[in-house]
């Protein structure tokens, strides 16, 4: 048992916020939630971690990440820059994934924004997986990093045409196989911190067989999808090229939409795309830092919300942090509809509800609030308000006060993985040295690609 009490609590559910509260700790989830006194007396055995009166929340869900695109950081591309987002794929992403050819270089480049991820409080990542040159078991290895550092993940292999036939087989193979391995830990192993589901990149880079294949495949094994849809002007006019329809329309046609599927961006969809996303139930995942460097376009996030559309926000491997996306999606809007009263309802119900209900579909308890019941996903923040703080105005304290560094303690599956910013059970400078080393000869694999 653990106790974390003097502690503000913002528990993002019915409890709203809990001043001098306490938090009782049973192995992996929430057992009680009160005021501190009277759980030190109800639990005098329990491990005490005493908050200081810090601010204490439910751990940050990123619905939408790409750890493998570590090695891109500060890496240059030969040639002339990319004009357009279909050149940033090919010249960059694609060209990276198929580089992506050894364990190490997987295990690293997931383990650096893992670690980045616990020190801004993210204690949930949606991974979006891609590593062309090394398809078979890439999602254990990116397991494996992701138990090492004690961070809860939905995994999935991203399968596509762009490499060929066989690379197409391998990926969703890829996805099959840790679906199958997932669905059997539920059984054999108490192992709850990893969950599966049937990854795909975007309309653009897959056929219609592979579409058939891929649903036939995930409909057996009850698992919804994650895909890019309409990140891109490319993307559009691809799907009505190959179908004569929008790409939302090609993935309704195939099956592939409905309250399972995450559909990634949604940035060129028109009314009645949007229609049929509302009509399937389909969750849709705004990130609008990276859509801005892709020069992308912005996602009709009003719309969404006016029509009732569960929409979550992510990062897209362009940041590990929660605090830029969120910080960026409640501004974005202001901007680009010249109106300074939206955005903020909008990135706050993201962050704080709809990223808790996206991933209430990939576990068997809460993730995302503190509350009985719920995994212990907990962060701890040096965050002391200089103004009343309660729970209707929490949001705000976060977009203008608070960051990154300001996360003090990390707590995954009632296990401390960071305390007083020192992470627990792996050593982070060895890692990044590590990872310093590997990145190396990756990048000069991909000089000589
Ligand atoms: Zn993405």
Known sequence: ????????????????????????????????????????????????????????????????????????????????????????????????????????????????????????????????????????????????????????????????DRWGKEARDASIRENVRFIMKKKKDVITEPETLTAATFGMHASLTLSDETLEMSKSEAERLGVGFHIHVAEGEEDVEDSLKKSGVRVVERLKKFGILGDKTLAIHCIHINEKEIDILKETNTMVVHNPESNMNNAVGVAPILEFFKKGILTGIGTDGYTPSMFESVKVAYILPKLHYKDPRVGGGESQKMLFENNRKIFAKFFDKPVGVIEEGAYADIIILDYYPPTPFNADNAFYHLIFGMRDNLVNTTIINGRIVMKDRKLLNIDEEKIMAKSREVAKKFWEKMQND
């Open 1 to 160: 048992m653990k106790l974390i009490g003097n502690a503000e609590i913002l528990t993002l559910g019915s409890k709203g916020f809990i001043h001098d509260g306490a938090i009782a700790i049973d192995g992996e989830t929430i057992k009680e939630i009160g005021q501190t006194e009277e759980l030190r007396n109800k639990y005098p055995d329990a491990e005490f971690i005493n908050a200081e009166h810090r601010l204490v929340m439910p751990g940050f869900l990123n619905a939408h990440m790409h750890l493998y695109s570590t090695f891109a950081r500060g890496m240059g591309l030969k040639g002339e820059p990319p004009k357009t987002f279909g050149e940033i794929l090919k010249k960059l992403w694609w060209k990276l994934d198929k580089n992506l050819t050894t364990k190490e270089e997987l295990y690293y480049s997931a383990m650096v924004p893992l670690i980045e991820g616990i020190k801004s409080g993210t204690t949930a990542i949606l991974d979006h997986h891609a590593s062309f040159g090394l398809i078979d078991g890439s999602l254990d290895i990116i397991e494996k990093a992701a138990l090492d550092a004690g961070v809860r993940s939905v995994l999935c292999y991203e399968t596509s």
